[in-house]
DNA sequence: ATAAACCCTAGACCATGCTCTAGGGCAACC
DNA sequence: GGTTGCCCTAGAGCATGGTCTAGGGTTTAT
């Protein structure tokens, strides 16, 4: 049983046109043509389509993925240089994520600034202050350019 | 007191060219020009900088930050709008981090199956079947490609 | 045997977010 | 008054990751 391009499509809800373009960048080496010149996809394609799904949905750039890929078709031997990949890649996804949430922290604080009772009074005396600060520099003031 | 491009690119360790490029997208609505047509930051706009660095950090887009910007500028009476828009992006920027956790979690089997005492013979079993079933399938075995 | 519905490649095109160059002005020092 | 070191704009260029078009072959059904 081999699959179609475009059954392999609906399937990981890549395009045609992306999975094309992965093939052409070297990301997929284990697909094989059929006599036609067709790409016909196995059911192991299908865990490796599933593990560079993963590997592209945590931010891996696709030369990594090249590399994790031309890693794979070598076999055994390459298991430690896989590891080294994925470590390196899963440590920089952490540290990403602990980044973003140190920013959303922030965001947050925005928010709960705006969700204050006194939310209008607030923002009303940052913005007086931002004003009062441009005019003390000899600066034109921004916020009244709406009028 | 006032800071030069220069300054601010310092302190906020974003380029002088990004800089110039967001306000040319319309990022830095607040910033005013002293009387050479040179921009001149205030500590209030280093904070609105600021502000700006978590919503790009957390992948808000360009598009997504000019509406803010636009928001802030308008004062108190934009307050709602200014929570509808982070709070769309924090609901975003959770679920996309929750999405990343869960494809980082096959990445750690991949690890963890990796690490294995056995690793060698259960990958190169993997790799055996993936051949056996391109061969059964009529395909040329990529995996020979390397010879 | 011809239409419909697939498949292919090469390469153009696009969106995003910068990054840099060219050409020119301003400001301070020697 | 020239050199240095900033500042400016407009616009070109680039990296990434697709997305689409043109031109052409294959397969299946009628």
Redesign the pocket.
Known sequence: MTY??????EKTH????????????GLLPFVS????????FTDGDLLLLHTLSCL?NT?????DIRQYMTLVMQGPASIPQRQQLLRTHRDAVLAQQRAIARNLQEVDRKLSLYDSPIATDLVGLELAAARKEKTANGLPDPFSKLI
Do not use: E, P
Request: no cysteine.
């Open positions: 179609t391009i475009k059954q392999v499509a890549l395009s045609i046109y992306t999975l094309r373009f992965y093939d052409k960048q043509r059929d006599q036609s010149g067709y790409r016909a592209k931010g891996m750039k696709i030369s």
